[in-house]
């Protein structure tokens, strides 16, 4: 496959496989073999934006790896074990929308902390649901009480 250059507008870039090296919050990450282009006039590499996202699920499976995190094939399988949608998930975690998807896609790194729940849901998914679940009740009823507390001072400060 070619294409234009889209770095000096000129030269014809074709598709080329190489070794790739690059920095994910600040740790070195080598992958064997990278899909990119490169143009035959000024000899940039470039990715396009296909090749620019499954870079980035790459170097980030790889992170993940050498971190020793799950796969995001393994949370899948995990929130599916114990029947939970990925909303009830990020619920239960007290994370923002989307965050599950994004590790089950692979576009993001679940924090270590996310990782370790994960694998205890894993191996007794009864007792750390159940715990899991009432934190969020606890936390929901300490939310609640903190608005209730500062109602009225918003009403006196209108």
Same mark, same amino acid.
């Given at each position: 496959?070619k294409?234009?250059c889209? $770095?000096?507008?000129?030269? #014809?870039?074709?598709? @080329?496989?190489?070794?790739?090296? &690059?920095?994910y919050?600040?740790?070195?990450?080598?992958?064997?073999?990278?899909?990119?282009?490169?143009?035959?006039?000024?000899?940039?590499?470039?990715? /396009?934006?296909?090749?620019?996202?499954?870079v980035?699920?790459?170097?980030k /499976?790889?992170?993940?790896?050498?971190s020793?995190?799950?796969?995001?094939?393994?949370?899948?399988? @995990?929130r599916?074990?114990?029947?939970? &949608?990925?909303?009830?998930?990020e619920?239960?975690?007290?994370?923002?929308?989307k965050?599950?998807?994004?590790?089950?896609?692979?576009?993001? @790194?679940?924090?270590?902390?996310?990782? &370790? $729940?994960?694998?205890?849901?894993?191996?007794?998914?009864?007792i $750390?649901?159940?715990?899991?679940?009432?934190?969020?009740? /606890?936390?929901?009823?300490? #939310?609640?009480?903190?608005?209730?507390?500062?109602?009225?001072?918003?009403?006196?400060?209108?």
């Open positions: 496959m294409m234009t889209p $770095i000096c507008g000129t030269g #014809q870039a074709k598709q @080329i496989k190489k070794a790739y090296r &690059t920095m919050d600040g740790q070195p990450v080598s992958l064997p073999k990278v899909e990119m282009f490169r143009c035959a006039e000024c000899q940039e590499e470039f990715f /396009n934006p296909e090749q620019a996202q499954a980035s699920v790459e170097v /499976n790889t992170v993940r790896r050498l020793g995190l799950l796969p995001p094939e393994r949370i899948l399988a @995990i599916e074990k114990v029947h939970l &949608t990925q909303s009830e998930l619920r239960l975690f007290g994370q923002g929308p965050v599950v998807t994004r590790w089950e896609s692979g576009r993001v @790194i679940q924090s270590k902390t996310a990782d &370790t $729940i994960l694998r205890m849901l894993e191996k007794d998914p009864d $750390i649901l159940s715990l899991l679940k009432k934190v969020e009740k /606890n936390r929901g009823q300490a #939310q609640r009480k903190q608005a209730q507390s500062e109602a009225p001072e918003m009403a006196a400060a209108r």
